[in-house]
C-alpha cells in the first residue's frame, strides 16, 4: 500500500519549512516538496535584514539552507521534485509530480508568487538577453553598463540601488509621479548619483538585436516617446502567487491568492495555505514563517479529530 504522510507541504520557501519545523517536531510524518532549491523568493535577495536575529542581516539562500535544516532535524523529509497536478478533496489528498504520486492526510500549500512581468512584445524571447527579473540573481552581468528598471515599489528601488551599485548608470522608470516604496529606500535612493528617476512613464518596447539593446518608453501624461539605449532591462512590478495549480481545488480570490485566513485553513477540510500564497495584508518572510507555524498546528489539531 501506498505510503500516507501526515503532512505535505508544497514549497520550501520559509512558510514551506516553518510549517515542516512544527509539523515534525510534534512528531508528524512530513515531506516537502520543492521543484528547484529551499529558500524560495528569499534566493532573490541579496540581503535580509528585516527578519528577527541577525545583527548584520543574512543572506536569503543560507537562510533558507539554515530552514531547511532546522526542519529535517526532526525527521522532515524533501524531495526535490515538480508538482504538476493535486486532489485535494476528502480524507486523502493526493500530489502527482513528474516523477511520482504521494498521499497525504493533510496539504499545507507554500508555492509562493513569481515575478510579474510587462507582458510586452520580445519579452520571453528576451529573458535572459538582456531581460531579467532578480538584480541579485543577475545583476552582476552588468558591471560598468546601464540598466533600466521597472516599478516603483520596495523591490524596485532596492533592485536599483543593487545595481547602482555595479552598473555605470540606472534608469528607473515609474508609472505614477511618486514612489510606492518605503522611506528608508526612497532616502538611499536619493543618494544614488547615477540612478535617474523616469515619473508618469512606462517601457512599451524592447529593442534588440541579437539581445536587448534599448528600451522604448511612453510618457502616460503626454505621449511622448524616449528611446534609452540602454543593456539590460530589470522588471520588478510586483509578484503574482503561484497558485494554478490549485484552480479548482480550492477557493481563490479575483487576484489569485488562495482564501485562507490567519489559520492558513482553506475552504478544504485539511488544505491549508500559507505565505505569499494566500490573502494576507503583508507578505514577508517574517509572516510566511509565522504562517508556516500556525498551519502547522491546526494541521495537527485536523489530524488529531479525523
Ligand atoms: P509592489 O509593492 O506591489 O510594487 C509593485 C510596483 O510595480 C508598484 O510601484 C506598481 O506601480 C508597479 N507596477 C505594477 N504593475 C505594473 C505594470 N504592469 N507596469 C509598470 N509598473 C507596474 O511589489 P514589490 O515591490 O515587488 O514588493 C512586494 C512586497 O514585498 C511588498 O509588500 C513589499 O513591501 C515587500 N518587499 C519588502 C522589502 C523589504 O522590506 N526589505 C523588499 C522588497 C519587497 P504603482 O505604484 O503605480 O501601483
Not at 515599489?153 to 505614477?176: C, I, P, Q, T
Request: hydrophobic residues 40%.
Amino acid at each position: 500500500m501506498k505510503h500516507i504522510y501526515d503532512v505535505i507541504i508544497i514549497g520550501g520557501g520559509p512558510g514551506g519549512y516553518s510549517a515542516a519545523l512544527y509539523a515534525s517536531r510534534a512528531g508528524l510524518d512530513t515531506l516537502v516538496i520543492e521543484k528547484f532549491s529551499v529558500g524560495g523568493q528569499m534566493t532573490l535577495t541579496d540581503v535580509i535584514d528585516n527578519y528577527p536575529g541577525f545583527e548584520e542581516g543574512t543572506d536569503g539562500i543560507s537562510l533558507g539552507f539554515k530552514m531547511q535544516q532546522s526542519a529535517e532535524r526532526f525527521g522532515a523529509k524533501t524531495e526535490y521534485d515538480e508538482v504538476v497536478g493535486v486532489s485535494l478533496a476528502g480524507e486523502i489528498k493526493t500530489v502527482t509530480s513528474v516523477s511520482a504520486e504521494y498521499k497525504s492526510k493533510t496539504v499545507i500549500i507554500a508555492t509562493g508568487a513569481n515575478p510579474r512581468e510587462l507582458g510586452i512584445e520580445k519579452e520571453t524571447e528576451l529573458v535572459g538577453r538582456g531581460v531579467h527579473y532578480c538584480a541579485h540573481c543577475d545583476g552582476r552581468f552588468y558591471k560598468d553598463k546601464t540598466v533600466v528598471v521597472v516599478g516603483g515599489g520596495n523591490s524596485a528601488v532596492e533592485d536599483a540601488l543593487y545595481l547602482s551599485r555595479l552598473a555605470k548608470k540606472v534608469w528607473l522608470v515609474h508609472r505614477r509621479d511618486e514612489l510606492r516604496a518605503t522611506k528608508i529606500y526612497r532616502d538611499s535612493l536619493l543618494k544614488a548619483d547615477n540612478v535617474e528617476i523616469i515619473w508618469n512613464s512606462r517601457v512599451t518596447q524592447l529593442r534588440s538585436d541579437k539581445r536587448l539593446n534599448g528600451v522604448q518608453v511612453e510618457n502616460i501624461l503626454n505621449a511622448e516617446i524616449t528611446d534609452i539605449v540602454c543593456d539590460g532591462v530589470f522588471v520588478s512590478i510586483g509578484r503574482k502567487p503561484a497558485s494554478e495549480l490549485f484552480k479548482g481545488q480550492v477557493e481563490i480570490d479575483e487576484n489569485g491568492y488562495i482564501i485562507a485566513d490567519e489559520s492558513g485553513k482553506t475552504n478544504v477540510e485539511g488544505v491549508f495555505a500559507v505565505g505569499d500564497v494566500r490573502t494576507k495584508a503583508l507578505r514577508q518572510v517574517v509572516t510566511a514563517v509565522s504562517d508556516g507555524a500556525t498551519a502547522a498546528h491546526f494541521a495537527e489539531e485536523y489530524i488529531i479529530r479525523n
